[in-house]
């Protein structure tokens, strides 16, 4: 049994991209997971088969996954918790959810959990166009020079993909991945239209808010479940920074005009969400949003922010994550989400939705001085000794997870610099058999990844006394040694 991510996004969620690219979450993919345009809609025109919503590339996910061999993309991802559970765990959850879904009498236990799905939300961008270019989003620097950023989804496939999703038993669709969903031609038309045909099927989006609508397109506006308005901040000069192309003054209009017409069409239960990506630049507002969003009938979101090098909040460092900024401000960035968090409580949301992943895990972890990554999770007596005598960890030695090339997942005790040792009592085997799994210096060893990571041979080390001592020797280019045991004899 190993540590995995807490996520059944691959299973239960399916978006494509004006492009055609196939995703199951937010992050973006290292992972080929197929092209809905020619590995779906063109196959079916021809009278082939599809495997699109089991692609090799989402089989390949899931078995990572499954077996805590997590993908870079899952490693590195900010939309789910930082807190990992076992991989026992995620399959109990995936296979309560598959048998939720999935017809009476479906054999889930016998299931291959890697080539089965039930989606229950898909989502399209029908264009990947924008008319804003906020700064920490790579239309801020793409939109502009890379021709991917001027595209729609092909119009002949737009209805019968829409079709195509509601066959899936899904209960919600999604219109946004990466550009401006409003700003597509067909947009109102399009979906006003499926709305008609499938009215139990609820219609979710992000958008910007920033365009003047029609009257029609208030009123399908005023249709959907939940709407996300993506604006960061209140603050007139702050918002102008952020998000060059949009217009605060137009935003806070529509949305208004949006409640009015829910009010006149008697539209209740739905959801209007402020999205504030938080940076260092944005925390010091997020009181004021939530304090407008809860006066209003709406309700703060908040994101985590995700670095992105194609874009000029990092190339002019306009922003940089919470984690970044002095220990004092974190920690008032901490005492202003907590604040948020408690009035979300007391009203009832469900925190998951509307404080987006590492967000709060981060910035405790560094607050906190929390170095383990884990706390021991089955029998292990290397990680519960270890995790006995040093219950948070320390700089230098740690609980820790590291991948190698193949994705293979190590667990065990890191040692982050050469001439620490460990020394933990308590033992009674008299042997352990031991392994050194190395990280090499950035640039060492040619990698894909960030950096080359290499398992040794096991060796058997000797408990004397109870006590088992271990003080690893870097070779050259070996900047940090994870230790594994693997048995007690
Ligand atoms: C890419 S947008 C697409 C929909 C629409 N254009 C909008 O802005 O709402 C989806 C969400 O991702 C957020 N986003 C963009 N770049 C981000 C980043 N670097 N880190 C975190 N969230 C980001 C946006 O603020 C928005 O809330
Ligand atoms: S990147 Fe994150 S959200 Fe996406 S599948 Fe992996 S763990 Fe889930
Ligand atoms: S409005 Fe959305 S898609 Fe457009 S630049 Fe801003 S975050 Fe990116």
New binding site residues.
Partial sequence: MKLTRNCIQPWAFFQVHAGGMVQCC?VANDTDMGDFIIDHCQKTARGEPSDILDSPGLVRLREGLLSGNLRPMCRRCFFRPEELITTAELERRVRRHLGKRLPAGTGVDSLDLARSHAYSEMCISFTNR?N?R?V???QSVLADVNPYFKMDFPEEYAESTLEFFAAQGIDQIRS??????TVYRRWCEVTSAFKDRHPHIELYM???LSRRYSEKEIELLARYKVL???C?TLDPDLYARMRPGSNLSLVLDNLQRVKAKKADMGIRGTRISL?S?VSDATWRTLDSLADYAFANGFVPLL??????PN?R?YREGLCRPLTAMPEAEQAEARKSILRIREELLRRGYDLGEFIQGGLLCSLERNLDRRYNRFEPYDDNPLHRAFHRQCPSGSPDAHLDIVYDHDNIAYNGVLFARPGVSLRLEGFSAGHAVVREVSLYKKGCHSTKYDQAVLPGYRKTVAVSGGAFAYAPQFAEGVEKILLEVSEWW
């Fill in positions: 937010a924008c804003s906020c920490y989003c790579v946004c991945v990466e550009g401006e969903p992000t958008t910007n996300d308005i993506s960061d999205h990506v994101g985590y922010y995700e670095e992105r874009s909040a």
